[in-house]
C-alpha cells in the first residue's frame, strides 16, 4: 500500500521552533522582499542519510510555510571526492522523502567564474592575499583560540601582485598544497576561523561537473555565502558546527554588498542570514560520511544502500515509509541542545505509519505441525481474512484451511506459566480466523524435541467465535502445511552493539559492529504472499512487518527485508 501524501501536512512548523520564529520575525519586518528562500546545499560526496533528512524537512518545511521556496544546491567545490552518482541519489532521496525544489536547482560549479571575479576583487581592494605558507605552517601560524595568531610573511604583498600570483594559480603553474588565497580579515580574532582564512586553495583534479576547466577551487567556506547571496536566499540554516563559521559567512555577505551583487527583491535588498540547530544523532550507528564510505569500500555492509545502513536509500530498501521519516523528523523539531536520539523512537514512527498502512499476511518461522484430528485429512477450506484492521477500505481475503497446519514452535509450552495463554495440552485457543481449537496431546522424539501438536476443533466456531461466548485468551496464528510457500526474509538488527560506537578513541569503531546484524532466513506464508510485488509492504502477524525488496524480488518470487518488529515482546524474542 501507498503511504505517500502530501508531505508539507508533515513539515516542520511547531509555533515554538526558534528557527520558526527568527524567519516569523523576518517576515514581519519586510526583510524578505515578500517571499523567504531556504536552500538545502549538500555536497556531492556521499549518500544522504536520516541527519541529512532532518534538514531536509527543515529547510523546505519552512519554507513552505512561510508560502515560499526550498533550493536544491550542490556545493560542489571540492572535486576529489564528488561525482555524479551521489549527485543523482541525492536528488532520488529529496524526491523520495516527498519535496520537489521546482526549477531551482543549482551547482556550485556554476558559479566558479562569478567566484573567481569576486577573488579578485577582494585582492583588489586588499582584502585578500596570495599565501605562500605550507598547510602546515598556515595552520601553525594561526594558532590556537587562546592565543593571537601570527600574520603570514605574505600578507602584505601589494595587490598588483598578488593578483598575478592568483591569475597564475588559476593558469596552472603551481603544484597543489604550494600557494593558497586568504582572506585579509584578523590573525588576532578569538575565532580561529576568522584568523585570515584559505579562501582558494589549487587542486588539480577533474570536477565531475566542469571537468578541466579549473585547477583552484573555492572553500565551502568562501562559496556557500556567495551562493545564498547569488540566490537571493533568505534564510540559511546549519547544523551547529558551523556557528563558528558564521562571521566569516557575514564578512563575504558584506564584502558582496560593497560590490553591489545582492539580490534586490520588490525593492528591498536581500542579506541572506545563517542560523544553526543541532544535528540529528541517533544511537546503534554512526552518522558520518566519512566512516560510512569507510564501511561500504572496507565490504562491510552491502553497498550504500544496504538496510542495516542510516542513508536514506538503505532506509528505503528496509521499508522505512517517507511519511515515517518525515514524522520522526517533524517530532525532533529545531532546537541548539545537542543530544543523541534513541534509534528506537524512528522505528516506532514507522512501525506508527505502517500500522495504519500495511497488508496483513499470515507467516511462520520456526514452523511446527498442528494436526486437527476431528477434521477430515483431504478436506479444505477458505476463512475470511482481513487485510488490515485499521482501514475498513483494504477489504479481506480467504485464507486456505486444512486439517495439518503449521504454528510457531515457541506457541506450544509442556509446563506454561501462569500468564503463558497459547498453546499447551488441555489448552483452548483461537486460530486466527478459523475456529477454537484444544490440544490433546503432542508428539516427539528421543531427545524430547516437538514435533506434532494434536488436537480438536470447535466445529461451531469456525470464524473463531466461540458459539456460547465462552472466553478464550490466546490467539495464534497459523498457516496450511498443504498451501504454504516458502518465502526468503531478512532478518536485520542494530548495525553495532553498543549505542555509542565512537565512544572509545582507542577502539576502531568497527570493533563494535554487529555479527549478527544480518540474517537469511525462510518463512512459510499463505499463499496470496507469493503474489505480492516488489516494493509491497506487509505485517507478518506476529513476526514484525516486511518490505518486498525492490532490488532483488520478481513477480512471484518476493525477498523480504524485516523493516521493524512488532512492540510485542514475543515478536522481540522470536528473531533472536
Known amino acids: ?83 555524479d552518482e551521489y549527485a543523482d541519489n541525492i536528488k532520488a532521496d529529496i524526491r523520495w522523502l516527498g519535496f520537489d525544489w521546482g526549477g531551482h536547482f543549482y551547482s556550485a560549479a556554476d558559479r566558479f567564474d562569478t567566484m573567481y571575479d569576486i577573488a579578485e576583487n577582494l585582492i583588489k581592494s586588499g582584502h585578500a592575499y596570495v599565501c605562500r605558507l605550507s598547510q602546515e605552517d598556515w595552520k601553525h601560524y594561526r594558532g590556537v583560540p587562546t592565543e593571537p595568531g601570527r600574520e603570514s610573511p605574505s ?150 544502500d544496504d538496510p542495516r545502513m542510516p542513508t536514506l536509500c538503505g532506509m528505503r530498501r528496509r521499508g522505512y515509509p517517507a511519511a515515517a521519516i518525515r514524522g520522526f523528523c517533524e517530532g525532533l523539531g529545531a532546537t541548539k541542545f545537542i543530544s543523541t536520539t534513541d534509534y528506537a523512537l524512528l522505528e516506532e514512527a514507522v512501525r506508527e505509519v505502517l500500522n495504519k498502512t500495511a497488508a496483513r499476511r499470515l507467516a511462520v518461522i520456526d514452523p511446527v505441525k498442528l494436526v486437527i484430528d476431528n477434521y477430515p485429512e483431504g478436506e479444505e477450506e477458505s476463512f475470511d481474512a482481513v487485510n488490515n484492521p485499521e482501514d475498513a477500505a483494504a477489504g479481506a481475503r480467504k485464507v486456505p484451511f486444512s486439517n ?20 499447551a495440552v488441555g489448552r483452548e485457543v483461537r486460530l486466527r480466523y478459523a475456529c477454537l481449537f484444544t490440544c490433546t496431546h503432542v508428539v516427539e522424539d528421543d531427545s524430547g524435541r516437538l514435533l506434532e501438536i494434536h488436537g480438536t476443533m470447535d466445529p461451531a466456531s469456525r470464524g473463531g467465535t466461540a458459539p456460547d461466548g465462552r472466553a478464550v485468551r490466546g490467539t495464534i496464528h497459523w498457516v496450511s502445511a498443504r498451501h504454504a510457500v516458502e518465502v526468503p526474509v531478512r532478518l536485520y538488527d542494530r ?54 525488496d525492490p532490488a532483488d524480488s520478481k513477480p512471484g518470487a518476493p525477498v523480504f527485508n524485516r523493516t521493524a518488529s512488532l512492540r510485542d515482546s514475543w515478536a522481540k524474542n522470536s528473531s533472536k
Open 404 to 423: 495439518t497446519l503449521l504454528v510457531e514452535r515457541a506457541d506450544f509450552m509442556k509446563d506454561p506459566p501462569k500468564k503463558f495463554y497459547r498453546l
Open 495 to 548: 548495525l553495532f552493539t553498543v549505542e555509542d560506537p565512537l565512544a572509545d578513541d582507542v577502539r576502531d569503531f568497527t570493533a563494535f559492529l554487529n555479527p549478527d546484524s544480518a540474517r537469511d532466513a525462510v518463512v512459510l506464508a499463505e499463499p496470496s504472499v507469493a503474489e505480492l510485488p516488489p516494493g509491497s509492504q506487509v505485517q507478518f502477524e506476529r513476526l514484525g512487518y516486511f518490505f518486498a
Open 155 to 304: 600578507r602584505n604583498t601589494p595587490p598588483e601582485e598578488n593578483l598575478d600570483l592568483f591569475r597564475r594559480m588559476k593558469a596552472g603553474e603551481f603544484p597543489d598544497g604550494s600557494l593558497c588565497l586568504r582572506a585579509k580579515i584578523d590573525m588576532a580574532s578569538p575565532n580561529i576561523h576568522f584568523r585570515d582564512p584559505v579562501l582558494y586553495r589549487i587542486m588539480h583534479v577533474e570536477h565531475y561537473h566542469a571537468g578541466d576547466t579549473w585547477c583552484i577551487y573555492p572553500m565551502y567556506d568562501f562559496a556557500h555565502p556567495i551562493e545564498d547571496a547569488l540566490e537571493g536566499v533568505t534564510h540559511s540554516m546549519c547544523t551547529l558546527e558551523f556557528e563558528v563559521h558564521r562571521p566569516l559567512y557575514d564578512w563575504v555577505v558584506d564584502r558582496m554588498d560593497e560590490m553591489g551583487l545582492l539580490v534586490v527583491r520588490n525593492g528591498v535588498k536581500i542579506r541572506p542570514q545563517q542560523r544553526e540547530f543541532s544535528r540529528l544523532n541517533l544511537t546503534y550507528t554512526v552518522m558520518s560520511k566519512r566512516l560510512l564510505l569507510q564501511l561500504v569500500q572496507e565490504g562491510r555492509v552491502a553497498g550504500w
Open 1 to 83: 500500500m501507498s503511504t505517500d501524501h502530501d508531505p508539507n501536512a508533515d513539515a516542520a512548523k511547531p509555533a515554538g521552533n526558534f528557527l520558526h520564529q527568527w524567519i516569523a520575525a523576518d517576515v514581519a519586518a519586510g526583510r524578505t522582499g515578500g517571499e523567504v528562500v531556504t536552500r538545502f546545499p549538500p555536497e556531492p560526496n556521499g549518500y544522504l542519510h536520516i541527519g541529512h533528512a532532518k534538514a531536509i524537512c527543515l529547510d523546505f518545511g519552512l519554507a513552505k510555510t512561510f508560502g515560499g521556496r526550498c533550493h536544491l544546491r550542490m556545493d560542489d567545490t571540492n572535486p576529489s571526492k564528488e561525482s
